[in-house]
Antibody
Framework: QVQLQESGPGLVKPSETLSLTCTVS????????WSWIRQPPGKGLEWIGY???????NYNPSLKSRVTMSIDTSKNQFSLKLSSVTAADTAVYYC????????????WGQGTTVTVSS | QSALTQPRSVSGSPGQSVTISCTGT?????????VSWYQQHPGKAPKLMTY???KRPSGIPDRFSGSKSGNTASLTISGLQAEDEADYYC???????????FGGGTKLTVL
């Protein structure tokens, strides 16, 4: 049973880079596609992007210029970097496993709140 | 503004059935059979309830059923229970460039 746990700073200053890590347990980070999704306070879900250990990535066109995802197979983790953040990037950030066959997130982390403020 | 349109709220009494709609376009909902639905309780992570329009993950009761007609997908919950009260989000594959888009979410109230 794959389980996911997000970690990273809860407060980021405007214009700086948000960095989050998702630790995978109960499975290998090399076995699946992985995704990041965020949810601003009181709002809906927004897909940020996905990554595969092969290096295959796909980012939301609206965030593409600021997003970088990576995988560390030695630590069984994958990561998200979002640059030049503003208050609009304040959200709960979730990491998730993409189910076989794609286009669905079948395992989610508990989420981590990131606030952008000086 | 979300890519997929859902009603802001729906309600029903215990034991009744409710249906939540999710309207997109031929570029997402209407173009692919890859619609999924997620349940989210306050302060919790979303949970996959149905996928590929009408399939259910292991452990999801058959009270939850998905369907699609044209550009509109639906989630029907029959035999409503108090614990079904939550926010529900639809999600659709939208092609290799956009990948997936979400609906704005629907708050289900069990009266």
């Amino acid at each position: 049973q794959v389980q996911l746990q997000e970690s990273g700073p809860g407060l980021v200053k405007p214009s700086e880079t948000l960095s989050l890590t998702c630790t995978v347990s109960g499975g290998s980070v090399s076995s699946y596609y992985w995704s990041w999704i965020r949810q601003p306070p009181g709002k809906g879900l927004e897909w940020i992007g996905y990554i595969h250990y092969s290096g295959n990535t796909n980012y939301n066109p609206s965030l593409k210029s600021r997003v970088t995802m990576s995988i560390d197979t030695s630590k069984n983790q994958f990561s998200l970097k979002l640059s030049s953040v503003t208050a609009a990037d304040t959200a709960v950030y979730y990491c998730a496993k993409i189910g076989s066959g794609g286009a669905r997130m079948d395992v989610w982390g508990q989420g981590t709140t990131v606030t952008v403020s000086s | 503004q979300s890519a997929l349109t859902q009603p802001r709220s729906v309600s029903g009494s215990p034991g009744q059935s409710v249906t939540i709609s999710c309207t997109g376009t031929s570029s997402d909902v209407g173009g692919y059979n890859y619609v999924s639905w997620y349940q989210q309780h306050p302060g919790k992570a979303p949970k996959l309830m149905t996928y590929d329009v009408s399939k259910r993950p292991s452990g999801i009761p058959d009270r939850f059923s998905g369907s699609k007609s044209g550009n509109t997908a639906s989630l029907t919950i029959s035999g409503l229970q108090a614990e079904d009260e939550a926010d529900y989000y639809c999600c659709s594959y939208a092609g290799s460039y956009t990948y997936v888009v979400f609906g704005g979410g629907t708050k289900l109230t069990v009266l």
